[in-house]
Every structure is written in structure tokens, then in C-alpha cells.
């Protein structure tokens, strides 16, 4: 299958998604994950009108990033993975969304980096408490989410956008629907409109249950090879 193909397979799965949960396919935004895929197809991805890509490592994105501005492609840049504090400064020129804040001191050292115009950023949130995942816990009772929300909220320079997730891996996705329906009630809560969530195995599930933002990779460019 072409790029083409499989690219309009997800646009047709998500806005199938989205009619299920009375919205419309607009509602709903497509980042495509590029790592490890190159230049060549992200190129071919933006020309079949894609303008949000995500990456997950800082420095194996910048080349790319930089390659891609040289030929007039600049699309909106999600930094979907874990971001180390000593490299805030670089991924604040190269990216326009920061998806996966994951602790109050590297929102910190943004907001001590931003200048200009607001930092735009989503919260990670570790839904299920997963020990081998990046993100917020909420069974945590010496830093409470609500706590991390308002002192992240109170740092100037940066906005907060919405939540984060990624989901346990299941073989079935009905098995991480109350993970997604979690962080909705969270964002809710907190009167966050951004809900980033669902990736290549549970995105309509995502939809279904409120995704702004799915994220999604193998189904568009297929499997990746190992890095
Ligand atoms: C790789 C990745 C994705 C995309 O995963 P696929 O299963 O290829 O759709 C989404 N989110 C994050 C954080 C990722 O690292």
C-alpha cells in the first residue's frame, strides 16, 4: 500500500471516530510520528497535506527539522518523547508544541528559557502508573496532580494546552478505554481542552473517548525498522 493509501485509511478511520463521538473529523488533529522515518517521506507526507509531525528524541529530530525548513517545509512540530532539561533550549527553537512535560522542574526550566511568544505545552500523564513510563502519576500523595497543575499553570512564559497520555499496550484497545475516559475527566476537571492520546493500536478507541490530538506513526508509514 502507498503512503497515500494508508495515510487516507487513518484520515478515514479518524473521522469515522470522531462521527462515533458526535464530533466532527476536524475536531480531531493528526500527528504524524515521523522518528526514524526520513526526510524523503516525511516530505512526501507533507505534500499529501499533513502539517503536524511529532518526533521523540530531541537530537535525532533537529537534523530533520532543519532539513525540512531548508526546502520551505515547516510544519507544526510535536515533541511527543521524554525531554531532558539540559536540552530545553534546543527544543524550544525547534519545536512548536511540547507534549510530554512530564516533571514541574523541567516546566521550570522552560518557562526560564521562553522568551517571546508562549511556550505551548501538554502535561504527560502516566494514566496506569506504569513503572517503565515517562509522566505524571496520580497516585502520587506527596505531589498531588492538582498541585502540579496549578504550579505549572503559575510559571510564566508557558501555556498549558491539555494532557498527554500513551496507553498500556493491549492486544485488545477496549482494555485501555477507562486509561483514555481517565485523562478526559482529568482534563475536564482542570478545564484543559487539549487531549492528546491514541496512537496506531487504539486510536479510534481515543477518539471515541474525547482525543484532540491522536498521534500516530506504523499506520501511516509503516512498521519502523529498529533504531
Ligand atoms: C512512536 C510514538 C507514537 C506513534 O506510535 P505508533 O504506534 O507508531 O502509532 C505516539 N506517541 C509517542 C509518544 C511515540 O513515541
Redesign the pocket.
Known amino acids: 500500500m502507498s503512503l497515500a493509501e494508508r495515510l487516507g485509511r487513518v484520515q478515514d478511520a479518524i473521522a469515522a471516530a470522531a462521527a462515533r463521538s458526535g464530533r466532527s473529523a476536524d475536531a480531531v488533529r493528526l500527528v504524524a510520528?515521523t522518528?526514524t522515518i526520513p526526510v524523503e517521506t516525511i516530505a512526501e507526507a507533507y505534500t499529501l497535506g499533513v502539517r503536524h509531525f511529532?518526533e521523540?528524541r530531541v537530537q535525532e529530530a533537529l537534523p530533520k527539522i532543519a532539513a525540512l525548513a531548508e526546502r520551505g517545509i515547516r510544519p507544526t512540530w510535536h515533541l511527543?518523547?521524554h525531554l531532558q532539561t539540559n536540552k530545553a533550549a534546543a527544543a524550544l527553537r525547534s519545536f512548536d508544541i511540547l507534549?510530554?512535560v512530564d516533571s514541574l522542574r523541567l516546566a521550570e526550566a522552560l518557562s526560564r528559557r521562553s522568551s517571546g511568544a508562549p511556550v505551548r505545552i501538554l502535561l504527560e500523564v502516566n494514566v496506569a502508573g506504569e513503572p517503565s513510563k515517562f509522566g505524571f502519576r496520580l497516585d502520587d500523595p506527596a505531589q498531588p496532580f492538582a498541585d502540579v497543575v496549578a504550579a505549572i499553570r503559575a510559571l510564566p512564559g508557558l501555556v498549558v494546552e491539555g494532557l498527554m497520555t500513551?496507553a498500556p499496550v493491549a492486544n485488545d484497545p477496549e482494555t485501555v478505554r477507562p486509561v483514555f475516559r481517565r485523562l478526559a475527566e482529568l482534563a475536564a476537571t482542570h478545564g484543559l481542552a487539549e487531549l492528546s492520546m491514541g496512537?496506531?493500536?487504539d486510536f479510534p478507541v481515543a477518539i471515541e473517548e474525547g482525543a484532540t490530538i491522536v498521534?500516530?506513526?506504523?499506520?501511516i508509514f509503516g512498521e519502523?525498522p529498529p533504531r
Open positions: 510520528v522518528k511529532g521523540n511527543v518523547g507534549e510530554a500513551v496512537m496506531t493500536d498521534r500516530i506513526g506504523r499506520a519502523r
